[in-house]
């Protein structure tokens, strides 16, 4: 199990101390495959650091740019989360019955109808997904015509069958507040911008990130679509909360190790788009947390991030 804690570090790090870290775990705790939850924190705020490091050791591209990639992969998860369950369900010819996502099931191909409901050749969950998969390996110029796609689904909703009802009627995840339909066109308009960037920008500068980074996707596949958890479940609400938490908290960490500025962006991002729905949707908000809180919780992180890096540029300067 202590291996697990490696996955943290970046791949030299492995290579170069791994196993003398492994060593001196087994030496100070011996008998036990897991250390003390402290000894767990500090490992995995040490490999958080050491990957942030890397990143910006790394000169093969700018900060910005790094940044608007970054803001890209975040928000084609933000747009894929609500339908987890549908992709799942439409890959595997599942038919979830009353568990489907707050509209009706509408099949897998075409002439496939369930009731009440027109019929669809794609569930719109597959463009985020193309999105995602896209941005991780680098291809910006396939993930903007997906994004593109996603602004035309979401424009044309009314007249539109080639989705169908299914994923452009449900509600997405907005954790702290509102949720979002497809049709709330600044979520897709921001991903296609950041993708639309990225084509320009020399593609071939970007970070290519390993394909395992699929795996946590595919594993919250499994989960909500063999569970049925839908978006707009507590328990779903609550995970997606914890991870959300744990994302700034690493964010926080990198930028005060390093000093870089690149993590701000999709926070910032991220946080525009969400108070944004907010304001226009008020009566839509799922009133998790009350409004104040939710623009407080969603505002924060920013000064907190920039006052982190200016620290510890200024430190560094005094070096």
Not at 57 to 83: C, E, K, N, Q, S
Not at 90 to 114: E, M, N, T, V
Not at 184 to 213: Q, Y
Request: net charge positive; charged share 15%; proline share 8%.
């Amino acid at each position: 199990m202590n291996r697990l804690l490696l996955a943290a570090y970046p791949e030299p790090y492995r290579s170069r101390q791994g196993e003398e870290l492994l060593a001196c775990l087994a030496e100070a705790y011996p008998g036990r495959s897991w250390p003390p939850p402290r000894e767990v924190v500090a490992l995995a705020r040490a490999g958080v650091q050491a990957r942030a490091r890397a990143v910006v050791d790394d000169t093969a591209r700018p900060w910005w740019l790094d940044g608007i990639h970054l803001t890209a992969l975040v928000l084609a998860a933000l747009a894929l989360v609500p339908y987890l369950q549908d992709v799942w369900h439409w890959a595997l010819h599942i038919d979830p019955g009353r568990h489907a996502i707050a509209f009706h099931f509408s099949g897998w191909y075409p002439w496939a109808q369930g009731p009440g409901t027109r019929t669809r050749l794609l569930p719109y969950g597959l463009l985020p997904l193309i999105c995602l998969i896209a941005l991780l390996r680098a291809k910006p110029w396939i993930a903007l015509p997906a994004a593109a796609t996603m602004i035309y689904a979401g424009a044309t909703f009314n007249n539109n069958t080639f989705f169908g009802d299914e994923g452009k009627m449900g509600l997405g995840y907005y954790g702290l507040g509102a949720p979002i339909t497809a049709r709330d066109l600044v979520l897709s308009g921001a991903l296609c911008t950041a993708c639309a960037v990225l084509a320009v920008c020399r593609p071939g500068r970007l970070r290519r990130h390993s394909h395992r980074w699929l795996i946590p996707v595919a594993l919250a596949m499994f989960v909500t679509g063999g569970l049925h958890i839908i978006s707009i479940s507590p328990a779903f609400q609550r995970g997606l909360f914890a991870l959300e938490v744990t994302a700034l908290i690493a964010a926080w960490m990198a930028t005060a190790a390093t000093g870089d500025y690149r993590w701000l962006i999709p926070i910032a991002a991220v946080a525009l788009i969400r108070t944004q729905t907010i304001v226009i949707q008020p009566n839509s908000s799922i009133q998790s947390l009350p409004d104040l809180v939710v623009f407080l919780l969603l505002i924060a992180p920013l000064p907190v991030l920039a006052i982190a890096a200016q620290r510890r540029q200024s430190r560094a300067l005094l070096k």
